[in-house]
T-cell receptor, first 112, second 115 residues
Framework: KNQVEQSPQSLIILEGKNCTLQ??????????LRWYKQDTGRGPVSLTI?????NTKSNGRYTATLDADTKQSSLHITASQLSDSASYIC???????????FGTGTSLTVIP | DAGVIQSPRHEVTEMGQEVTLRCKPI?????LFWYRQTMMRGLELLIY????????DSGMPEDRFSAKMPNASFSTLKIQPSEPRDSAVYFC?????????????FGPGTRLTVT
């Protein structure tokens, strides 16, 4: 069964600190992996998208890594800001490209 | 561009009533997606269209749900009759090009409450 699991479920960090969110998947075959940020009451916004051949992708203070062999991805947030408080969702696409498997997200709270 | 537009933003209805959610995708996008999000199940893809044609509706929970896209700038998701377990946030998203490659842009969502 194709699955995407994220950890931790929730995380609280101090402003200015770094953090790393994890995404493990069993989707096979695999096309690409995306990380989305979802602010409360809003739709998800894409942060990064990586194909199976990419190991890392950055978007400002956000850096996603991918290990297609172990089927693991991480999202690293550097120098966190209060505005980083949101839910972060990992989405894996199957090779057909028309199947999307969603993680249940990690809720991040950045406190001053 | 105003982005993906959804209406209404909030909908409260009684069990058994018909509910219609509306979506206007970004101009020029040829793919449109309907998602449902709940705390328990997270985001779920319900159905998606390519060039106004439904491609995959395997995520539609049951016959009470139907979706249409009469033209490139408008889509509806209808629930008839609605049930309390349909309470969720419904998102519409659009993209240009193959969704496995290109970005999906989400609307602000419609929060549906069925009492």
């Amino acid at each position: 069964k194709n699955q995407v699991e994220q950890s931790p479920q929730s995380l609280i960090i101090l402003e200015g600190k770094n953090c790393t969110l994890q995404c493990n998947y069993t989707v096979s075959p695999f096309s690409n992996l995306r990380w989305y940020k979802q602010d409360t009451g809003r739709g998800p916004v894409s942060l990064t998208i990586m194909t199976f051949s990419e190991n890392t992708k950055s978007n400002g203070r956000y850096t996603a890594t991918l290990d297609a062999d172990t089927k693991q991805s991480s999202l690293h947030i550097t120098a966190s800001q209060l505005s980083d408080s949101a839910s972060y969702i990992c989405v894996v696409s199957g090779l057909a490209g028309n199947q999307f498997y969603f993680g249940t997200g990690t809720s991040l709270t950045v406190i001053p | 561009d105003a982005g993906v537009i959804q209406s209404p933003r909030h909908e409260v209805t009684e069990m058994g009533q018909e509910v219609t959610l509306r979506c206007k995708p970004i101009s020029g996008h040829d793919y449109l997606f309907w998602y449902r999000q709940t705390m328990m199940r997270g985001l779920e893809l319900l159905i998606y269209f390519n060039n106004n044609v439904p491609i995959d509706d395997s995520g539609m929970p049951e016959d009470r749900f139907s979706a249409k896209m009469p033209n490139a700038s408008f889509s509806t998701l209808k629930i008839q009759p609605s049930e309390p377990r349909d309470s969720a946030v419904y998102f519409c998203a659009s993209s240009y090009g193959q969704p496995s490659v290109y970005e999906q842009y989400f609307g602000p969502g419609t929060r549906l409450t069925v009492t």
